[in-house]
């Protein structure tokens, strides 16, 4: 973690990166409920439904206001690389 704040990436906090949570995941539907619930609930985070671990919510993340680099799920700075 650089420490320096970096810009959210261009898309909901709902919806995570395609890299980090396949649309074709089979947990998919259950991961995101999760995740709503717990950034509507204004929480840290989620259990995750299929393997029971702690993840971090994309308001959690977005409020520390830079990416760790650890791969989160819900990594709010992840975008897709510039194309050219």
Known sequence: ????????????LTEPHPSRLSPVHPDRARILAAHDAALAAGEAGYLDPASGLFVLSAGFLARRGTCCGRGCRHCPYVDDPPSG
Request: cysteine-free; charged content about 35%.
């Open 1 to 12: 973690m650089t420490g320096e704040r970096k810009p959210l990436a261009g898309r909901p």
